[in-house]
């Protein structure tokens, strides 16, 4: 009886050694196949249209994934919009993080999102926004706060062009209209 207890016994330690060396190399595995390929600290892109400037995208860090087609970028996170072939800003967007992806410069900012207009002078907060390169346009699906000479507007799921000239919210949970602009 002892001896089967002793064999049953350095059975279970024997099985969870080996399952043990198993999850680590395959934790080992995970780890290594999601790392950066590399990081970059102080990254600088620019964004051109033919030979023109276009926007200007600054932030304190950076890890590129070239295997899932993704940047990610970190801590003061800055984005510049130029007016057409001019070197003068027409908006910009801060965020904490934001993610580029490779295939078409498109953006995702996160966290403390900050967009202002100086063409239109505008502002919108929200924690999640996307910027579409080619189109020029800027969205969430999140809550937004737009305030405009106008009127100061919020709700959530928003679009507009990327001077926050034409914008639109799709559930409108408030409205205060500034008087002394009608």
């Given at each position: 009886?002892?001896?089967?207890?002793?064999?049953?016994?350095?059975?279970?330690?024997?099985?969870?050694?080996?399952?043990?060396?198993?999850?680590?190399?395959?934790?080992i595995?995970?780890?290594?196949?999601?790392?950066?390929?590399?990081?970059?600290?102080s990254?600088?892109?620019?964004?051109?249209?033919?030979?023109?400037?276009?926007?200007?995208?600054?932030?304190?860090?950076?890890?590129?994934?070239?295997?899932?087609?993704?940047?990610?970028?970190?801590?003061?996170?800055?984005?510049?919009?130029?007016?057409?072939?001019s070197?003068?800003?027409?908006?910009?967007?801060?965020?904490?993080?934001?993610?580029?992806?490779?295939?078409?410069?498109?953006?995702?900012?996160?966290?403390?999102?900050?967009?202002?207009?100086?063409?239109?002078?505008?502002?919108?907060?929200?924690?999640?926004?996307?910027?579409?390169?080619?189109?020029?346009?800027?969205?969430?699906?999140?809550?937004?706060?737009?305030?405009s000479?106008?009127?100061?507007i919020?709700?959530?799921?928003?679009?507009?062009?990327?001077?926050?000239?034409?914008?639109?919210?799709?559930?409108?949970?408030?409205?205060?209209?500034?008087?002394?602009?009608?």
């Amino acid at each position: 009886m002892r001896l089967k207890l002793v064999y049953i016994l350095f059975s279970f330690i024997l099985v969870s050694c080996f399952e043990k060396e198993t999850s680590t190399v395959d934790l080992i595995k995970i780890e290594t196949e999601n790392q950066p390929d590399f990081k970059i600290k102080s990254p600088k892109v620019d964004f051109y249209d033919s030979i023109h400037i276009k926007a200007v995208l600054t932030a304190d860090f950076a890890e590129n994934y070239i295997k899932y087609n993704y940047t990610s970028l970190f801590n003061n996170v800055h984005l510049d919009f130029y007016e057409n072939h001019s070197k003068n800003i027409e908006t910009y967007i801060d965020a904490d993080s934001a993610v580029i992806f490779n295939n078409n410069n498109n953006m995702f900012a996160y966290n403390n999102v900050y967009v202002w207009s100086k063409k239109s002078k505008t502002s919108l907060k929200t924690d999640f926004l996307e910027w579409n390169e080619n189109k020029r346009m800027l969205f969430s699906d999140k809550y937004v706060k737009i305030n405009s000479p106008v009127e100061i507007i919020e709700g959530y799921g928003f679009e507009s062009n990327q001077d926050l000239s034409n914008y639109k919210i799709f559930k409108v949970s408030g409205v205060i209209t500034k008087w002394e602009n009608i």
